[in-house]
């Protein structure tokens, strides 16, 4: 089918007419951006279930070139496919990336910063970028090159660095972030907000607000009135931005002394401080009547990706703790700057899911299209709303689309089809948004690469060891 021209949508922090963030790769984004809605179904989006359904990966050809297996970090298949040196020192920093060594990966990278070939040192400052920042390396962030010369690459617009020099030089001279956590899961009480993402409880420097909980914010969020209140002051008077549908919104770099969730306890949290304005959603509802929905702010991936994480909205909670000391033998949570979720289709394909509560709809995207013949459309039109506007109309969905762990599977109905658009070097197939979250538990532990889809409900499950099972 044709290419599709709507978008899914990350909100992306950049310097004020410079460039975006974290190498453009690294997307500082506000992951609760975009819902759906269609005009032949509930304005509630995709029709959701969860069930018992095991599915073996099926083995499939490799794509056509070193860099599309890249793209679906796809391991085996790119050291097979590269044909030089270069490429093969980049299949190796892939691997390091994706089994969870970020300090492996930030030596290979940035063994390649200098290489002949423009798709190599483009990509390698993307994974560069990706690794310095999980380990919190502020101060080599800063200290990176502003430019990669890409050579008209396609990804060259997704490598559009010099906001990486004000964020990463405002933050080079902080503290270490330090996460204190038990190793028995806390269960916290989590509530599900008006447009599906949930909230929980949090204390700022002692403060009481109600945060969403946002696997797609790569950096946690404030708003300035709440930031006053609890005594967050800005760390410079200069003035970053955040790139939304409708326009670029103001924010701030501060840091948080104190934030305490349960028992969980995250010192020197660097947060980006929005208007308040900036941090109300309006939701659709019947008859065309809105709900505005004010945040306080959002925790995001910069401490979930630190924790094991079982959501579970059927009980009410949300179960934080420690990430083990022992590694799987396979991961299927990967982080490349954001989370992305390797996960089997019904009939055993692999494919690759961003995972974003702060969505409040899954969507996929053209690239799931490319790898399900004849999918079976329906006539409804869908429409994904970003910050109370609406972003893209009129958007093709997808009849039924289902994806599981290989132990468990999500059927999904009337899915928004979206136009692929890369966060980094990966081609996803989709998004998970919130809306799973009323209809399955959710595991996810990133330090360890584990994720894994349960029937609501049950609760923690500190024994569960289940994640995706797919060959390397």
Not at 66 to 80: G, I, K, Q
Not at 241 to 246: E, G, M, R, T, Y
Not at 281 to 307: E, N, P, Q
Not at 416 to 441: K, M, N, Y
Request: aromatic fraction near 6%; proline fraction near 6%; charged fraction near 20%.
């Amino acid at each position: 089918m044709a290419r599709l021209r709507s978008r899914v949508h990350y909100l992306r922090m950049r310097l004020d007419g410079f460039g975006w963030a974290l190498s453009g790769c690294l997307l500082m984004s506000f992951g609760c951006a975009h819902r759906s809605q269609s005009d032949l179904i509930s304005d509630t989006g995709p029709e959701i279930s969860v069930r018992r359904m095991r599915v073996a990966q099926h083995g499939i050809p490799p794509g056509p070139t070193f860099w599309n297996s890249v793209s679906e970090l796809d391991v085996a298949a790119a050291r097979a496919q590269a044909s030089t040196m270069s490429e093969r020192f980049f299949t190796d920093a892939l691997s390091s990336l994706v089994e969870g060594n970020v300090v492996g990966a930030e030596v290979l990278f940035h063994s390649l910063l200098a290489d002949p070939d423009p798709l190599v040192r483009g990509r390698a400052r993307i994974g560069l970028t990706v690794s310095l920042n999980a380990q919190g390396k502020w101060q080599d962030l800063a200290a990176l090159p502003p430019e990669i010369d890409v050579g008209g690459d396609t990804v060259g617009d997704m490598v559009d660095r010099a906001a990486v020099d004000s964020w990463a030089g405002v933050l080079r001279d902080v503290p270490p972030v330090i996460i204190e956590a038990p190793v028995v899961p806390d269960v916290l009480p989590v509530i599900r907000s008006s447009v599906g993402t949930p909230i929980i409880k949090v204390f700022i420097n002692g403060h009481e607000r109600y945060f969403w909980v946002d696997t797609g914010a790569t950096m946690s969020l404030l708003a300035s009135d709440v930031a006053a209140e609890c005594g967050v002051v800005p760390l410079t008077k200069d003035t970053l931005a955040i790139a939304a549908a409708q326009g670029r919104i103001d924010a701030r770099p501060a840091i948080a002394s104190v934030v305490r969730i349960g028992k969980i306890t995250v010192k020197n949290l660097p947060v980006a401080l929005l208007d308040p304005s900036a941090l109300r959603l309006a939701k659709r509802l019947a008859y065309g009547r809105l709900v505005t929905v004010k945040l306080d702010g959002v925790i995001g991936s910069d401490v979930l990706r630190r924790l094991s994480v079982v959501l579970d909205m059927g009980a009410g909670t949300m179960s934080l703790a420690r990430p083990a000391t022992h590694a799987p033998r396979r991961r299927s949570l990967i982080w490349i700057g954001f989370p992305v979720v390797r996960l089997l289709t019904r009939d055993g394909k692999p494919v690759l899911f961003g995972l974003d509560t702060g969505a409040d709809s899954t969507i996929v995207t053209d690239a799931w299209m490319d790898r399900t013949p004849d999918p079976g459309l329906s006539p409804a039109k869908g429409r994904i709303d970003a910050l109370g506007a609406t972003h893209a109309s009129d958007l093709p969905v997808l009849r039924n689309v289902t994806v599981g762990d290989g132990e468990y599977v999500l059927r999904l109905r009337n899915v928004p089809i979206v136009q692929e658009r890369r966060q980094t070097f990966v081609a996803l197939d989709g998004v998970l948004g919130s809306d799973v979250l009323a209809h399955a538990t959710l595991r996810m532990d990133i330090t360890n690469g584990m994720f894994s889809i349960r029937a609501p409900g049950t609760g923690p499950l500190p024994n569960d060891t289940a994640f995706v099972k797919v060959a390397k």
